[in-house]
C-alpha cells in the first residue's frame, strides 16, 4: 500500500503559492534542472513549462494532482499557479526521487502545500476520495491509458487534464513501423488519445509542445451534448 509523507514546515515563506511563481531557469528551479541534466532525471523542458504557467494563470486551480513527481520540478512551478490556499497532491513511487522530492520541496518552503504520496499511481489513484481543478499526467506513458478512469473520476467538471510526452518522439503521429521495444507504449499510447478524443465528456487539443502535450477540458453538465 502507500503512505501520504509531508515534510515538516522549515518556515520558508518564499514563492509560495497564491503569490509569487518561480521562474524556469532561475533561482532553484534552474538549480533543479542542472540536477536533472546531469543525473538524467526526466523533468518537463522550457517550453512545456511556460504553457502550464499560462493554463494555471487562466485555470488557477485550487487543487491540482499530479501523477509523476520525479524530484519535485513541476510541483513546485505549478505552486504558484494555485489559486491562495491551494494543494498539490503528487505521486512518486521511486525511492530516490521521493527523497529529492522532499528536499526540494523543502528548500522550496512549500511542505504545507504539496504534499508527496509514495506509492505506484495504479495503487494511490483508486484509494484518492478528492476533487481536482487540474491532473497532470507526467508517469510512465505506456500507463496513461490505466490511469485515466480514475483521473476522470476526480476531475470536476469544467476541470482540465494535461497529459505530458504523449507524442513519444513523433512515433505516436508517425505512420512508420515501430520497433518491437518501443510498440506497446505507442500502441497503449495512440490508444489514450483515441480514448480522450472520442470521450463526449471532454474536449481536447494535442499540442507539439516538447515532445506533445495532450489537454482534456471536462465539460460542465450544462455543455454535454444532448
Known amino acids: ?22 521562474k ?4 532553484l528551479l534552474k538549480e533543479m534542472e542542472q540536477y536533472a541534466c546531469r543525473h538524467h532525471v526526466p523533468i518537463i523542458n ?19 494532482l499530479e501523477i509523476g513527481t520525479a524530484i519535485g520540478y513541476s510541483a513546485i512551478l505549478l505552486s504558484g499557479i494555485l489559486a491562495k490556499g491551494g494543494r498539490i497532491d503528487t505521486i512518486e513511487r521511486d525511492e530516490d526521487m521521493l527523497a529529492k522530492a522532499h528536499e526540494n520541496i523543502k528548500r ?24 481536482y481543478d487540474m491532473i ?6 505506456g500507463q496513461y491509458i490505466g490511469f485515466l478512469p480514475e483521473c476522470l473520476r476526480m476531475l470536476r467538471n469544467g476541470g482540465l487534464l494535461i497529459s505530458d ?29 483515441d480514448t480522450l478524443r472520442n470521450d463526449p465528456s471532454l474536449d ?18 450544462t455543455e454535454m451534448d444532448p
Open 24 to 27: 524556469p531557469g532561475k533561482g
Open 46 to 64: 522550457r517550453e512545456t513549462a511556460e504553457l502550464l504557467i499560462v493554463l494555471g494563470r487562466l485555470v488557477r486551480p485550487a487543487r491540482i
Open 1 to 22: 500500500m502507500f503512505e501520504s509523507e509531508q515534510t515538516e514546515r522549515s518556515g520558508n515563506d518564499a514563492d509560495t503559492c497564491g503569490g509569487k511563481m518561480m
Open 136 to 141: 497532470f499526467m507526467d508517469a510512465a506513458k
Open 204 to 221: 481536447t487539443s494535442i499540442l507539439t509542445v516538447g515532445d506533445g502535450v495532450a489537454l482534456s477540458y471536462k465539460r460542465l453538465e
Open 165 to 193: 510526452n504523449v507524442l513519444y518522439k513523433g512515433m505516436v503521429a508517425s505512420g512508420e513501423p515501430v520497433g518491437r521495444k518501443k510498440r506497446t507504449i505507442v500502441n497503449n499510447m495512440r490508444e489514450y488519445l
Open 108 to 131: 522550496a518552503g512549500l511542505e504545507d502545500t504539496i504534499a508527496v504520496i509514495a506509492g505506484d499511481a495504479s495503487d494511490v489513484l483508486p484509494c484518492l476520495d478528492k476533487s
